[in-house]
């Protein structure tokens, strides 16, 4: 076990709607240790990307602490958080849409590092820069072209390359791959691998594929409708899910062989509004093991030893 | 292959677009057949022309910039490509239907989704609109959704219940064939698996032909008798699901399998297909797959592989496998 780097405490965001206040992230708490990588994975709108913002402070947080190296970094003034930012960066799911299609390559690499005022010099820069490209597999050849004349594979090695270029230690992947074809989502996920060994870097890796977040996790969260309902490391996640939506979420990937014995668990019904949500379980709905306790009473995420941690009134 | 007619032939079906920066060669001479009642599964990247050969099946493919080269694609016996638009018409949507990948932009939003059904039945069967009516709300019961939502618009249901609807719409006039174009890419796992359960189901009770094309190898495995791998706009590899699966020949396809993280096992690294697919307007000569492959001999850059039925029922486009062939 590595030191611990981040520490999220009763992480709170709410939006406000016209139907009422919408519970995004609900009360989320987890720790990352330095060098590791926690997956937090769910279906849309479980919350999963709000948590990696809020913890960025894109979106500010209703309520709760992100601790960052014994510091709380909500307590930070512009100018604290400004440079504290430099620390802590975010690759977005969408090379299509995430960057300026009228910056060339370079400019978009430099754009962090203008903006921060790194360095004096062009010749600096522009070192940096190509010094990046090289760390994230980009041809130097590339370096004047414009996003719309490369592929999603190299596109996102730019938005890599834009987290990087600042030196940070602690990296939200906020659906890196989800965009890309399984070939160069391979290509993707080594280069995150190999980055993470070379720079000892900390992810916060999202994700709604589970075979993904497998490859790459030492910790997994399964988030469901705001909140945490089950965390563990990665192995006794998938030996031994133990939340009925942990359960049936695994069952049913479809797997890439022939005749695999899987029993699949097909949940009824659709995940429930988080707009002004009942007490109780979020799952109640859906859960076959539902008794009237899950109505009245919300299920706290508690240790069940060996690391594991499960929010289910039936799992002890 | 084991029936004697299949409901689907296509026959060195080649689709060119036109564009500023050159021809695209989007389908390159597609040998493809499908039987009564088989479900065959149609992978391949993004890029690699599966829609576009089911746009081709259906006549919709935007002309200009698009055009058929060449090519017979005979369904019930019939060449397609030679009926008139009116005859193509009467066949889409009641013997050929299309689901596509995205059920938020494939419905109407200002009509209540009885009413779609229903539009479809009345456009193919003779019936009064009260018949239409009532089989609208069996198709949307058969997909599992309430009749007396028939009445609600689409914004009013969820992305999986779209896409149910999608499907009811697509089985309304009980084709022979459905092609299922990416049907579940939009939507959540445990919404996609109450998708792929319906879609197993109904393809039994209706006993339709379907096309599935996906990315995902793993939705392939669980729904589909035989698979088609595609690069560069032609199959390299056909075989039935437990072949493929079990004995992958194409290097291409062996890569692709490598690629998917194992939900079962640990690795420290995956095994990737180095570089990119080929640019669609100039592709490499020879096998399309030469520059990527990590067996490739001077032979795959001269000249194109042909198809070589390696077992019986597993066809593969390599030369490697050239020794191997018996027959």
Redesign the interface.
Known sequence: MGDRLLEVRNLKKYFKTKEGMLHAVDDVSFNINKGETLGLVGESGCGKSTTGRAILRIHEPTDGEVIYNNENILKYDKNKKKKMLRKMQIVFQDPYSSLNPRLSVFDLIADPLYVNKIYKTKSELSDRVKEVMDLVGLEQRLINSYPHELDGGRRQRIGIARALALRPEFIVLDEPVSALDVCIQAQILNLMNKLQEQLGLTYLFISHDLSVVRHVSDVIAVMYLGKIIELSDYKSMFIDPKHPYTQALLSAIPVPKVGAKRERIILEGDVPSPVNPPPGCGFYGRCKYREDICKEKTPELLNIGEGRYVACHFVK | MSKNKNLLDIKNLTIHYGTDSGTVYAVDNLNLDIGYGETLGFVG??GAGKTTTALGIMQLIPNPPGKIIDGEIYFEGENLLNKTEKEMRDIRGSKISMIFQDPMTSLNPVMTVGDQIAEMIKLHDKVTNEEADKRAKEMLEVVGIRKERAKDYPHQF?G??KQRVVIAIALACHPSLIIADEPTTAL???????V??LMKDLKVKYDTSMIMIT????????ICDNVAIMYAGSVIEYAD??SL??NPLHPYTV?????????DSE?E?????KG??PDPTNLPSGCPFHPRCPQAMDKCSKEKPNRIEVEPGHFVNCFLHEKTNKL
């Open positions: 990247e993004t969820s999986g219940m959540d796992v445990t919404i996609q698996a109450q792929l359960e990315h995902d190898l793993g939705i392939v495995a669980e699901v437990n699966y079990n890569g692709l399998f490598n690629s998917i993280p194992d939900l690795q690294e995956l095994q990737v297909i990119h697919t």
